[in-house]
């Protein structure tokens, strides 16, 4: 047969096939889903052009990555689906050769995967150009963009994909060695990029279709004007990851081609004996048996014992069928192992080692079953695969016609291929199991709890596992065809995990969803297994009625029409099937009525949609209330009653509010929290309640008698929180009987409209008709000047009442604590005014209290400091306490006393490491205290530096409280870190400040790209934690820390009152210039009012000896000055700056550099130059800018080894 024939017939046979048209529109419906639901939103936020190349890539990719289990089945149909269909013996014996016959079916498949990813860019054309989007948001049409994406991506990985997933087929005989190759593959493009984090190159080498490495162009290292502008180029790393990639394809093709025969495979039977020798064996070895003898009379026995042994046998069989197969236990294994040497490289926070608690051990092997970033899709494949072989293995192997005559009920078959798949998974969380303990006990540190392991693995985490499990069975029961079961069962899976981007958010509505459980050693599960459970319980009804309708409709015979079923389906209803389902009905309507009496009816459960459209009402009928005149409130006087055990509070309180406006006040608007019963709100004074919106948290008071200037009156109120019941995304866990903590704006009322409660989104803004607006107010704009969300000062005091066995912390000083019956009570008050954000918690808390003297006569007080932990978190206690002592030395010598008597730090738990210092009292998560820096190979000590950031915050944030606006973050992140570099380098010296800047440094380059807006207008994070802190440091040792830092505390001292208008970085700006000489200001706007960057290197350092102990040194530097704007134009500047210049000695054993030698600031302008200095010792190393005060992202080349 010639090739051609060969493939015409394979490219006609597959395309009229309904599967490739269901894989064609499946992946145009993923396609059309990324661009709408995923990209539009960025785009209408000015992120990117939605058309730009970029996006069409980054498209393509990723339904590419979607697409390669579906692929499978068109390859592994053309490969092997004379052997699947019996008609080899038949198509070998043609005359054709090899390569006519698999060449001929390679390129049809080829073919069909082109005609199904051709979907990819048809579907984009419709999402931009046929659905109405908002020409705004679009480039002009660029066919290159299409044609690169297609001949780069698409094309490729089509060859590729294809070519290994089509000798997998063919070499096995097996069509679905084709799925595994595509699962394979989509581990190497995802799971393992996931792994392999910390290497982004060999991640870009190992992707198949090159899908990490276009996400990262798009996320961040290519700048907005090239994301818009560029067009995939085949070079670099895309270049060399197709040449490996092709070659691979290539390469396996030719093995193909090699090992391939004609000939017919041997199957089942003893592996020593092949089939020739059983075949031969001469007719009478069959039939031999005794004349005389007579078979014994077997009474048949069917009841239920005898059933359930049925179903015991099977089910052994099927699993070992499973297990002993190719891809069986030891994938699981493999894959186990592999998550185990993955895990402490996970086990880190900001490259710092972490204590191995078992609870993050927990955390990180387990996931929900629509969580697809994690390795656990991985076995969702495998779950998919298994439950096909499983149901198609007396059919594939031949033997269904006897199965299906055994006297075997219905129930017996689908039951014991659910066992049997269900120890395949209880085989892996085993394994996974001891994985983890192995990598537990070999990191050593923390004790392994061997029953928090079971629990989490084989109560919570087997249950997801098994509803889907379930789940694919039922479907590739009812569908009746492997490939096509596979397909729908994949499809189900895909409406699970993106069922939220359709506006499906309701878990009674997504098949075994459920809010997430998590676990944390100092709050234990806190309340997340209940509705977990009732979750779990109504989805356990569905399976269970599903597993009826799989019993009804398992096949058992030839007929596979759906009449036929349907009607073999209604005989085989019985009495006990029935009931059955009239048990899983039951459940169903009792566990989801319970389940919707507490989402929606107890709480008020709101769809995105919804959400979104009550926050456009509420700007839509009180923005233009937005600054109008209000009083200001200037303390606040709480009662709180805290039940941990009955899961409520009630809050009892009194604002006084004073009019610091010129002119009287005839009404107060009140804003109440959502999600709390706010009880009526009372003033001391007549007033009337003119408006009354509930539902939006909106009031409006009218006064009897205006508020005149500098008068005051005082509001009370009540609000009670809490109960029992649970909304859709679980429990509510601000207070619970192991950990209580809220936020007074979660819960009190404030005064005056919340701009905070607005809609953002710039798509949903339009959609609902509201004015667009940046995400940050400009820099320039004088209204965002007069508000900030807590800026106003208040005296605060509260009492607070808890259980006996635990403690309250709130801000202030701890008056007094007392009992009375078997409650607790806490006295707090603050004795200075502090921002009006503030923090309570109760809990079962061990305090670490330590004192800062203060030294300076006459100015400030001494401050104890309190750490609040969890009595079995110890570690790092020490550090801290001598952190914020040293924080506190250095503050309140640079910029001013600390105004309280107390600081604190306080746990909360939770997974998170991160920190928040709301006045006095800091917060830190769990996870802050597990950090182990003595483990850390760049002896840096993490902990200490980010407790000195978070008690800088106690200057810059809450007594310099700026306006939001462009630039916030430089007033309050920067300047934190900016203040932790002096406070390192004043306690460790100045080698250890350089390990702070390394660090920061390690982080320096995200985004990767130098587009940005000047630092003044600063609204990233890179700006704020990484640009701004080095800029501040730059001209600390330009000219001086002493300048610098009285120009900061100049700042604080002229607005750190919190009264409007509230401070900009441009007054920062304005301080920096007064202390920095004419000569210094070009490097002060280099750094602040432009995007400046540096590229300095020092080509050659050469040394001589001149005369006794001094050496002259001579190096060759090159430098050059830029700017790049916010969408990434680079302009080049003339250069004639001061620069540094600096030569080292050689650095002793355990040093990181050597003395310094010299280090002088030089005139450097853009040519090259050569400097020559003599220095009073031996050189080892010199450089320009060897301290890396300039913002230069190549540093490597900065110093170069000196040659004597």
């Known amino acids: 047969m010639k090739f051609r024939k060969i493939f015409q017939l394979e490219f006609a046979y597959q395309i009229r096939s309904l599967s490739t048209w269901l894989y064609f529109c499946v992946v145009a419906v993923l396609a059309f889903l990324w661009v709408i639901a995923n990209y539009l939103s960025d785009a209408r936020e000015g992120y990117f052009l939605l058309n730009a190349p970029i996006v069409i890539a980054a498209v393509t990719a990723l339904c590419i990555l979607f697409w390669l289990p579906l692929g499978g089945s068109v390859a592994g149909d053309a490969a092997a689906r004379d052997v699947q269909t019996r008609m080899h013996s038949l198509t070998y014996t043609t005359p054709t050769s090899k390569a006519t016959y698999l060449g001929g079916r390679f390129l049809a498949a080829c073919l069909l995967n082109l005609v199904v990813l051709l979907s990819i860019p048809l ?60 699962v394979f593959l989509f581990v190497c493009a995802f799971v393992l990029e996931l792994v392999l984090q910390d290497a982004k190159a060999w991640a870009n080498l190992i992707d198949p279709i090159n899908f990490s490495f276009v996400l990262n162009q798009l996320s961040g290292e290519w ?25 691979v394809a290539v390469g396996l093709l030719f093995f193909t081609h090699r090992r391939f025969r004609f000939v017919q495979s041997t199957t089942g039977g003893n592996k ?26 077997v009474q048949g026995v069917f009841g239920f014992t005898m059933h359930l042994q049925q179903l015991c046998v099977i089910t052994w069989k099927a699993f070992l069928q499973l297990a002993k197969g190719r891809i069986g236990l030891l994938l699981l294994v493999a894959l186990a192992l592999l998550v185990g040497f993955a895990i402490p490289g996970n086990l880190e926070a900001k490259d710092v080692p972490l204590l191995p608690r078992t609870d993050h051990m927990v955390n990180f092997l387990t996931a929900p079953l629509v969580e697809i970033k994690s390795f656990w899709i991985l076995i969702t494949l495998l779950t998919v695969f298994y439950a096909g072989e499983l149901v198609w293995k007396e059919r594939e192997t031949g033997i269904n016609e006897i199965a299906n005559t055994a006297p075997v009920p219905e129930w017996v078959l689908f039951g014991s291929k659910f066992l049997a798949l269900s120890f395949m998974l209880i085989v892996w969380l085993a394994f996974l199991m001891i994985a983890g303990i192995v990598a537990q006990t070999v990191i050593g540190g923390a004790p392994v709890e061997v029953g928090l392991y079971v629990m989490a693995l084989f109560g919570l985490q087997l249950v997801e596992c098994l509803l889907f499990a379930l789940l694919a069975l039922v479907v590739h029961v009812l569908v009746n065809q492997k490939y096509l079961g596979h397909f729908f069962a994949l499809l189900a899976y895909g409406f699970i995990a993106f069922a939220p981007s359709l506006g499906i958010g309701h878990k009674l509505l997504i098949y075994s969803a459920s809010p997430a459980w998590s676990y944390t050693t100092m709050a234990g599960f806190n309340l997340s297994l209940e509705p977990w459970l009732w979750f779990k319980l109504y989805w356990v009804s569905w399976a269970l009625l599903l597993a009826v309708v799989a019993k009804l409709f398992w096949v058992r015979g030839r007929e596979g029409k759906l009449r036929s079923r349907l009607n073999l389906a209604k005989r085989r209803i019985t009495r006990s099937t029935a009931i059955v ?4 009905v039951a459940g169903i309507l009792v566990f989801g009525g319970f389940i919707y009496y507490n989402t929606n009816v107890l709480n008020n459960y709101l769809s995105s949609s919804e959400l979104a459209e009550r926050q456009a009402q509420y700007e839509q009928l009180y923005g233009k209330y937005y600054l109008i005149p209000q009083p200001r409130q200037i303390s606040a006087n709480l009662q709180v009653e805290i039940y941990p055990e009955e899961r409520t509070a009630t809050v009892k309180g009194t604002y006084l509010l004073v009019n610091q406006h010129k002119m009287p006040l005839d009404a107060v608007h009140v804003a109440t929290a959502p999600g709390v019963e706010t009880k009526a709100m009372v003033f001391n004074q007549p007033a009337a309640n003119k408006l009354e919106d509930k539902q939006l948290g909106y009031h409006i008071y009218a006064l009897e008698k205006p508020l005149q200037p500098g008068d005051s009156l005082q509001l009370s109120f009540e609000v009670q929180v809490g109960g ?174 600390y105004p309280h008597r107390t ?101 320096y380059k995200t985004p990767k790209t130098q587009a940005a807006v000047p630092l003044l207008q600063a609204n990233d994070w890179y700006q704020n934690y990484r640009k701004g802190p080095f800029a501040l440091y730059a001209m600390s040792q330009y000219v001086g820390r002493d300048k610098v830092n009285g120009a900061l505390r100049q700042l604080l001292e002229k607005h750190g009152s919190g009264k409007p208008p509230l401070p900009t970085s441009l007054d920062l700006y304005h301080e920096l210039q007064a202390v920095t000489p004419d000569s210094l200001q070009p490097l002060l706007y280099d750094l602040f009012e432009k995007n400046t960057f540096w590229e300095l290197s020092t080509e050659q350092a050469t040394a001589k000896r001149v005369e006794a102990g001094k050496w002259q040194v001579t190096l060759n530097v090159q430098a050059r000055k830029f700017v790049v704007d916010s969408i990434g134009v680079e302009t080049k500047l003339p250069m004639n700056d001061w620069v540094e210049i600096g030569v080292f000695a050689p650095a002793e054993k355990g040093q990181d550099s050597g003395k310094l030698l010299y280090q002088r600031k030089h005139r450097i302008n853009s040519a090259k130059q050569r400097i020559t200095v003599t220095v009073p010792g031996k050189p080892a190393f010199a450089g320009i800018d060897p301290n890396n005060l300039l913002i230069d992202w190549e540093i490597k080349d900065n110093s170069q080894g000196v040659k004597l």
């Open 724 to 897: 029992r019941s649970f909304s859709n995304n679980g429990a509510d866990v601000s207070v619970t009987p192991n950990s209580t903590n809220f936020r007074n704006y979660e819960w009190l009322p404030a005064i005056g409209y919340q701009s905070y409660r607005e809609l953002d989104d710039a798509g949903s803004r339009k959609k609902y008709g509201l004015a667009s607006r940046p995400a940050t107010p400009s820099l320039y704009d004088e209204k965002a000047r007069m508000e900030s969300p807590f800026a106003e000062r208040i005296t605060f005091e509260a009492v607070v009442s808890t259980d006996m066995d635990q403690v309250v912390v709130a801000p202030g000083v701890l008056q007094r604590t007392w009992t009375e019956g078997n409650r607790r009570y806490f006295h707090y008050a603050t004795d200075a005014t502090i921002r009006n954000e503030y923090y309570f918690f109760s809990g079962n808390y061990a305090v670490r209290e330590g004192m800062w003297k203060n030294h300076a006569a006459g100015s400030g007080q001494d401050v104890s400091i309190q750490i609040y932990y969890d009595p079995g978190q110890t570690h790092n206690l020490e550090r801290m306490v001598q952190s914020v002592q040293a924080s506190l030395e250095h503050y309140s010598k640079e910029f001013g006393p």
């Open 581 to 584: 389902a009239t048990v899983a």
């Open 903 to 1003: 600081i604190r730090f306080v746990a909360y738990p939770g997974y998170g490491f991160g920190n928040h210092a709301a006045p006095i009292n800091i917060t830190a998560g769990e996870g802050f205290f597990l950090m182990n820096p003595d483990k850390d190979k760049r002896k840096f000590d993490l902990v200490t530096a980010v407790v000195a950031h978070e008690v800088a915050h106690q200057w810059w944030g809450n007594q310099l409280d700026p306006a939001h606006a462009e630039g916030a973050g430089l007033l309050s992140e920067s300047m934190a870190w900016y203040s932790a570099m002096g406070v390192l380098e004043d306690k460790y010296g100045s080698e250890y400040l350089q390990r702070l800047l390394s660090f920061l440094r390690e982080e």
């Open 272 to 297: 020593k004996h092949s089939i020739e020798s059983v075949t031969n064996m001469p007719a009478q070895e069959w039939l031999k048996w005794e004349q005389g003898s007579s078979l014994a009379q």
């Open 123 to 182: 579907s984009i054309l419709f999402s931009l150009y046929f659905t109405g989007v908002e020409p705004e948001v679009m480039g002009p049409f660029r066919l290159t963009a299409y044609l690169t994406s297609f001949f780069y991506l698409l094309l490729p990985n089509i060859f590729i994909v294809t070519a290994i997933q089509f000798s997998l087929a063919a070499l096995t005989r097996r069509p679905m060695a084709s799925y595994l190759g595509g």
């Open 223 to 247: 700048s907005p004007l090239e994301v818009n502008t560029r067009l995939l180029t085949l070079e670099g790393p895309l270049l060399l990851n197709r040449i490996i990639w092709l070659s």
